[in-house]
């Protein structure tokens, strides 16, 4: 299993990288049509930390999947909508399952209480994870709404948040490290030859 953790904004590249690696189908269901690499860009430039919060499934040190939330706490301030990419290596490895049981809890643990995400009808793997978590689903326009109503947080769901995002920090210097041993294991070969 990747290691899941927050993507801090210095990681806004690799978050680029993971939209634009998309295939063109994942790229299209992620945002529900046709999107051009200079739309992606647009895109990620676009997004306000001080809104937003990033969750991402890295695999050796590279991010393969992520959701996004994103909420107005002026306009819309106990609601929030976010959205879920996993790269085609990781799919049906339940990584999506994990991001969207902790992007949910992450909007619980801000009061937010009304989460919307939206598919196409086509796009059975995410309409089903929206039904395993609790979503909501409705038909409008052509797209379908998923809509997930949170209890307000309590000292379990921040306990929880905690302990995942220790869990993920401490995962990713285990990585880390393991990544520098392969490294450091092939520089005297290499340099041997």
Not at 137 to 162: H, I, K, R
Request: hydrophobic share 40%; proline share 5%; charged share 25%.
């Amino acid at each position: 299993m990747p290691v899941i953790r927050k993507i801090m904004p210095t990681e806004l590249p690799q978050y680029r990288a993971h939209l634009l690696r998309l295939n063109r189908s994942d790229r299209y269901a992620r945002f529900t049509g046709t999107l051009s690499d200079e739309a992606v860009e647009r895109h990620c430039a676009a997004i306000d930390w001080g809104r937003t919060v990033l969750l991402g499934a890295f695999e050796d040190g590279v991010l393969r999947g992520a959701a996004e939330l994103c909420g107005d706490r002026i306009l819309w301030p106990d609601q929030a909508e976010f959205g879920i990419s996993v790269e085609s290596g990781l799919q049906g490895k339940g990584v999506g399952s994990t991001l969207v049981r902790r992007i949910l809890t992450v909007a619980r643990n801000r009061g937010i209480r009304h989460v919307h995400m939206m598919c196409l009808p086509e796009n059975v793997r995410t309409r089903a994870l929206a039904r395993r978590f609790g979503g909501r689903l409705a038909l409008e326009g052509g797209e379908v709404t998923a809509l997930f109503e949170l209890p307000p947080p309590n000292q379990f769901s921040f306990a929880l948040e905690a302990l995942e995002d220790g869990s993920g920090a401490f995962n990713s210097i285990l990585t880390g490290n393991a990544i520098l041993s392969r490294l450091s294991g092939a520089l005297p070969q290499r340099l041997a030859a």
